[in-house]
């Protein structure tokens, strides 16, 4: 069949959420066509998307990407060999033969089938984006590397921060999913949800299914962490674009990718740690009280700094609360220890 290529890998696109680069289960690092959508499937979570192909069957995801995203031409033709092992990509000139499973073995019938579909709250997709960057990746702490779905609210924790957004997320019960599977998710124009026995589905106008697994281990009260109050401060104007210059750089810390934001007397201090650099900007601020430290991702900060938000500094933590497109929330980090100006995190051997 011919494609327009870049239609076609905006619909591949859709799907690479469901990827894994190493086989967790069975073709978790493929595509699989049925000739009505493509599919990927990590264990964790399920894409499916529309797509009409003439051919059954999986093959590598990463081999198919690659040779769409580097040739330049409008059109390619997506084929099966007379053979049936091989998918066939040709444009212009060229012809590249990849590896091709006829047989689906993805296990896609654990994945219920959505039925009753309802449409997403307003608040949803920004509630997604700030607490999937709040949970732990450690797996020793199983329940605080998932997002907490409850009807009243959506929170999440990972034994240092907090944020909860409060609004009607249309849940009958509550529910955990991964944050890992739920990151980028604010991204993909979700207007539809679903919740089946053991999987939360989105949909979206493009018609992507997404579905990621729910457990159903009763999460930890974190009320105690609600409704703080201290002594209030503000932080500067201004330090939106300093949060962006410095972000790439954080990120370098796979494992910690957060600015530190110091308080003193007069002064506020923003700085972004990588392997290769350190960015520092110092703010003047109306804050008179004791010096004071805490970290949270970049995306995070940019909340804090909105004009919607106010702030509190309490004995062990820092408080931010406030309401805008995530609904009203709520965000607790405790007091960090102090890095020394110039120290950098070893780099890994």
Same mark, same amino acid.
């Given at each position: #069949?011919?494609?327009? =290529?870049?239609?076609l890998?905006?619909? +591949?696109?859709l799907?690479? &959420?469901?990827?894994?680069?190493? /086989? ?6 493929c595509?699989?066509? /049925?000739?009505k959508?493509?599919f990927? @499937? ?8 529309? +797509?009409k ?5 999986a093959?590598k995801s990463?081999?198919?990407l690659? *040779? ?6 409008n059109?390619?033709v ?5 053979t049936?092992?091989?998918l066939i990509?040709? $444009? ?7 590896? @091709?499973?006829?047989? *689906? =073995?993805m ?6 089938? &959505?039925?009753?579909w309802?449409s ?8 997604i984006? #700030?607490?999937?960057s709040?949970?732990?990746s /450690? ?24 944020v909860?957004?409060?609004?009607k ?19 993909m ?6 919740? $089946? ?6 949909r ?15 999460y &930890?009260s ?5 409704g703080?109050s ?10 939106e ?7 790439? +750089?954080?990120?370098? !810390?796979?494992?910690?990718?957060f600015?530190e934001i ?8 923003l700085?972004?740690?990588? #392997?290769?650099?350190? @960015?520092?900007?110092?703010?003047r601020?109306?804050y ?6 805490f ?7 940019r ?9 509190q500094?309490c ?13 009203k ?8 220890k102090?890095?020394? !100006?110039?120290e #950098?995190?070893?780099t890994?051997e």
């Open positions: #069949m011919k494609y327009n =290529r870049e239609e890998l905006k619909l +591949l696109a799907a690479k &959420p469901g990827l894994s680069s190493r /086989d967790f289960v069975e073709q978790s690092s595509f699989a066509f /049925d000739g959508y493509v990927t @499937f990590n264990d964790e979570v399920a894409c499916r998307v529309p +797509l192909t003439a051919f059954r069957g093959v990463a081999s198919l690659s *040779i769409l995203e580097k040739v330049e031409d059109e390619v997506v084929q099966l060999s007379k049936g092992k091989q990509v040709r $444009t212009k000139g060229r012809r590249l033969q990849l590896a @091709f499973e006829s047989e *689906i =073995r296990p896609l019938e654990a994945v219920e089938t &959505p039925k009753e309802k997403l709250p307003r608040y949803f997709d920004d509630a984006r #700030m607490c999937a709040c949970v732990t /450690d797996e020793s702490k199983f329940k605080f590397t998932c997002v907490h779905l409850h009807p009243k609210h959506i929170e999440a924790c990972d034994n240092y921060k907090f909860r957004c409060r609004f997320t249309g849940l009958r019960v509550p529910i955990l999913v991964r944050g890992s599977a739920l990151a980028g998710v604010h991204e124009g979700f207007n539809e949800m679903c919740v $089946t026995k053991l999987w939360l589905h989105l979206n106008s493009e018609g992507l299914v997404f579905s990621c697994r729910r457990f159903l281990e009763e &930890p974190l009320d105690k962490f609600s703080l201290g002594e209030p401060f503000s932080l500067p104007k201004g330090l674009v300093d949060v962006d210059l410095c972000e790439g +750089l954080v990120k370098e !810390r796979e494992a910690s990718p600015l110091e308080l003193e007397p007069r002064k506020l201090t700085r972004g740690v990588g #392997m290769s650099g350190i @960015f520092t900007r110092v703010a601020t109306t008179t009280g004791k010096p004071a430290l970290s949270a991702r970049p995306s995070l900060v909340d804090l700094l909105s004009g919607n938000s106010d702030a500094l004995d062990n933590s820092v408080v931010f609360s406030g309401s805008g497109s995530a609904g929330w709520e965000f607790v980090t405790m007091l960090a102090k890095l020394g !100006r110039d #950098m995190p070893d890994p």
